[in-house]
């Protein structure tokens, strides 16, 4: 018998609309101010789904991607069918990071995370969205988070993946400067979300993914001006105040749930986030065996905690089956209050390290642990982490 090769084109590509076989890109024109200067810019948003439905999602992507290389393999996914189905999904893109984007005028600064976060009330506005869930991912958690502190009303849950709270101190920014020098851009990426052994790999399918999507479909003087912006960003005046009486002042308003990997680079950053939270209505979950990309290493993982999230909402989601075996597991971590002091221990301990865009990384010792069987196990820290 003799074999040919055969090319299969994949029947789910990014983003593409589960009921009408086709996403809606729409532009809308938003204005900001620098330096006591009036810009605007064009944000580029990708509609997944059915406008009619009764609720919707918004998504923010993190550096160095989109909202095709960020969000579509979870959106796209079997188990986020649940919830795609009943959901329409806004992907904000960020000016100049949708695909083969036109490079930005040099003469406008790039928007500050504050500014970004200023012009999602012009995205609703635009869609008729009166509230939504807020799904971010690294700096588009950063923006949602702002956003939802000063609009309480619009948002009806956050979730906030590899999220940060607080600026990038000044010492680390200029050594990252000196090392960024004479490493590509491209690869700055690559190091950003995996450690120095993971991009010395060969053959890492994730990582090989995303270097060729940034070279071939990203503006890469876009995605500098994106990620300078993000490392210049200022801190948020959120704090978890003492006082009963006074906490939703301080700090969000919406039930949040925040997503990590345990091997994730990003640990001590959300931790921080997760430490100026409402403790009532804020759940930590890190995930094992996920580093940086985590809405890729876990897919199912997370349609489960997003499922469960929106449940606790009031959300009439229905899970779905791993097979014919149900998530267990998640639905009795999800019912949990408890903190896991395990967890809190891993948390201080293994992930010492600012993460801005540089050349290297340092924490090679956990590198193996990554490619490890998945053992199919999450960790649930609810509330406070300190």
């Known amino acids: 018998m003799d074999l040919q090769e055969v090319n299969i084109t994949p029947d789910k590509p990014l983003l593409q609309d589960k009921h009408s076989n086709e996403s809606e890109d729409n532009v809308v024109e938003c204005t900001y101010t620098a330096a006591g200067n009036h810009y605007s810019t064009k944000l580029h948003v990708v509609v997944q789904g059915n406008r009619s439905l009764g609720h919707s999602i918004v998504t923010f992507h993190d550096v160095g991607l989109n909202s095709v290389s960020n969000f579509g393999a979870l959106m796209n996914s079997e188990a986020m069918e649940p919830v795609t189905h009943k959901y329409c999904v806004y992907h904000i893109n960020a000016p100049g990071q949708e695909e083969h984007a036109r490079t930005l005028p040099s003469g406008h600064p790039y928007p500050t995370m504050e500014n970004l976060s200023e012009m999602v009330p012009k995205i ?14 690294g700096a588009g958690a950063n923006v949602f988070l702002r956003f939802a502190f000063k609009n309480p009303s619009m948002v009806e849950g956050l979730i906030a993946v590899n999220p940060t709270i607080s600026t990038v101190g000044n010492l680390s920014w200029i050594g990252e400067k000196i090392t960024n020098w004479t490493t590509p851009f491209s690869e700055q990426i690559m190091n950003y979300y995996f450690t120095k052994s993971e991009v010395e790999l060969q053959n890492h399918e994730l990582l090989d993914t995303h270097r060729n999507h940034f070279k071939k479909f990203m503006n890469e003087e876009n995605a500098i001006n994106f990620m300078k912006s993000y490392e210049r960003r200022s801190d948020m005046n959120i704090t978890r105040s003492p006082d009963p009486q006074q906490v939703d002042k301080t700090t969000l308003k919406c039930q949040t749930l925040i997503l990590v990997g345990d ?9 921080e986030v997760n430490s100026r939270l409402n403790v009532k209505k804020t759940t930590f979950l890190k995930m094992a065996d996920a580093g940086g990309m985590i809405l890729e290493e876990q897919i199912f993982n997370v349609a489960e905690a997003i499922t469960y999230f929106l449940q606790g909402l009031g959300h009439r989601v229905p899970f779905k089956m791993r097979g014919s075996v149900p998530g267990v597991m998640m639905t009795r971590l999800a019912r949990s209050r408890t903190i896991s002091n395990s967890s ?33 196990k999450t960790h649930l820290i609810s509330g406070a982490v300190c």
């Open 124 to 137: 609703f506005q635009e869609f008729g969205i009166k509230s939504a869930i807020c799904l971010g991912s």
């Open 263 to 271: 091997l994730s680079p990003f640990v001590d950053e959300a931790v």
């Open 344 to 376: 809190t221990g891993s948390a201080d301990g293994d992930h010492k390290r600012i993460r801005t865009l540089s050349g290297g990384s340092a924490n090679n010792d956990i590198t193996e642990a990554r490619h490890r069987p998945q053992k199919d």
